[in-house]
């Protein structure tokens, strides 16, 4: 088994649902927060997806004021095997942000 700290920047340039990350096959990813910046005139609702077997579950929502920084997360989250984490914006251009993460890699010999 071996981990790897990573982040994954992004940016929500329009207001459709937006990938920000799928956990790989024999992988779990420990997500502690989503950073997001609004960087726009005023202020912006963001909310946040997971996929897991074609369902998708409403995470987090969050009004994120004109000019400010938030980690759009209360909690620690971990994604399984083929979960999609995704981002919508009611305003695009306006919201960057990254999300640093845990990824928990298995191999044949010590499966998760």
Do not use: W
Request: aromatic share 6%.
């Amino acid at each position: 088994m071996s981990t790897l700290y990573k982040s994954e920047p992004f940016a929500l340039a329009t207001t459709a649902n937006t990938t920000i990350y799928t956990c790989p096959a024999e992988v779990e990813t420990i997500i502690k927060g989503i950073q997001i910046t609004n960087h726009g005139a005023g202020n912006t609702a963001v909310e946040c997806f997971i996929e897991r077997n074609s369902t998708t579950y409403e995470i987090a929502h969050k009004l994120i004021s004109a000019n400010d920084t938030s980690n759009i997360l209360a909690t620690t989250i971990i994604l399984e095997a083929g979960d999609v984490l995704s981002l919508t914006a009611a305003s695009g251009g306006v919201l960057s942000g990254v999300m640093p993460y845990l990824e928990i890699r298995s191999d044949t010999n010590n499966p998760i």
